[in-house]
């Protein structure tokens, strides 16, 4: 029998398996629930500042039956916290988001202070991964990393942000460069401190909103950047982009990611029509994981694999509002349920 971090490693670089693994990553992707911190005893927000509670909580996610993997953080604030924007940590219920933004126009960006992983929230993740990897755990340990264009559309106002790319094309592309550089040095301080896989969740860089030529021109080209820098870890790299593919699966296919994830509107029947020889994850629905039930999980579980899903997850991570028991469905189904030639 596969251990849980060999299982993901053959799936990323399609090797033979037993069964799809099953992974939520971490940051956007966030896997903790009100009930999972009422059941460990750690709790949001305080989590978001310390190194040894952050570790727990990631490990209670694993421990009590949900994924296969521990990640963190727990939300996409890091960067633009330590880059200048003001975030508060959020509550019990709600994930830590930005409340003031650092710049007004994308032309200013030389006013950001490059980002210091030796302190702050930035040196509270590293910490929490060192702790994760002394554990010696058999168990794949996820760095989280908030995309390049959801980085910069974070630090200045994503209608100013969105205007400015086309209006002040040049100065654009050197924000997007002075950012993508920020986040490489803090994914490959991840790789350092322990991390087997770095996952980049990059929601506000879609085709729905930036269109076929700017999703290429801005999305890919500064994703592929930072991929490019972090052929360092064990395993490899996830990117997670939001929205519809149909009108950008041949730009999607120039992510040079070694897994692709996408969300619930996404058939995954066509992206693996139209991303052939593409490693994909997902896709199961969030909405469902909070509101329905373990049947009908097991059912969109059982459909993912079939529709051609290597690896299994929420589609966008977890309301922190769902049931510990529709969640661990999807990991039940797989044991239970898949064949291993599925």
């Not at 209670?60 to 939300?75: I, L, M, R, T, W």
């Not at 085709?207 to 290429?216: Q, S």
């Not at 051609?308 to 999807?330: M, V």
Request: with cysteine; aromatic share 6%.
């Amino acid at each position: 029998m596969l251990s849980e971090k060999e299982r993901l490693k053959r799936a990323f670089h399609h090797g033979q398996v037993d069964r799809p693994p099953c992974i939520c990553p971490g940051g956007m992707m966030n896997m903790i629930t009100t009930e999972l911190m009422d059941k460990s005893g750690i709790s949001w927000p305080g989590v978001h500042t310390d190194a040894d509670m952050m570790a727990e909580l990631a490990l209670a996610a694993y421990e009590n039956g949900c994924f296969e993997n521990v990640g963190v953080p727990f939300c996409m604030t890091v960067e633009a916290g330590a880059l200048g924007a003001e975030v508060t940590m959020g509550s019990k219920e709600y994930e830590p988001h930005v409340t003031g933004y650092a710049i007004g126009s994308v032309g200013e960006w030389k006013k950001l202070k490059p980002m210091d992983e030796d302190s702050g929230r930035a040196k509270v993740v590293l910490d929490a991964i060192r702790i994760l990897k002394e554990k010696d755990l058999d168990v794949p340990i996820i760095g989280n990393v908030t995309g390049p264009v959801s980085t910069a559309s974070s630090l200045l106002e994503p209608v100013v942000f969105y205007k400015e790319l086309r209006k002040k094309n040049k100065e654009a592309h050197a924000y997007m460069t002075f950012v993508t550089e920020q986040i490489i040095k803090y994914a490959k301080a991840q790789i350092n401190a322990g991390a087997d896989v770095i996952a980049i969740s990059d929601p506000s860089g879609t085709g729905e909103i930036l269109g076929p030529r700017m999703f290429k021109e801005f999305a890919v080209r500064y994703l592929n950047m930072l991929l490019g820098q972090l052929r360092g870890a064990e395993i490899g790299t996830i990117v997670h982009i939001c929205g519809q593919m149909k009108n950008v699966y041949e730009q999607v296919d120039m992510v040079h990611s070694d897994v692709l994830s996408f969300d619930s509107v996404v058939s995954m029947k066509d992206a693996k029509k139209n991303l052939e020889g593409r490693v994909l994850m997902g896709n199961v629905s969030t909405y469902a994981l909070e509101f329905g039930d373990p049947a009908h999980v097991s059912k969109l579980t059982r459909n993912c694999v079939e529709s051609g899903s290597d690896i299994i997850s929420p589609a966008c991570g977890l309301g922190t509002r769902s049931p510990l028991s529709n969640i661990q469905a999807i990991l039940r189904t797989l044991k239970e349920e898949v064949p291993a030639d599925a």
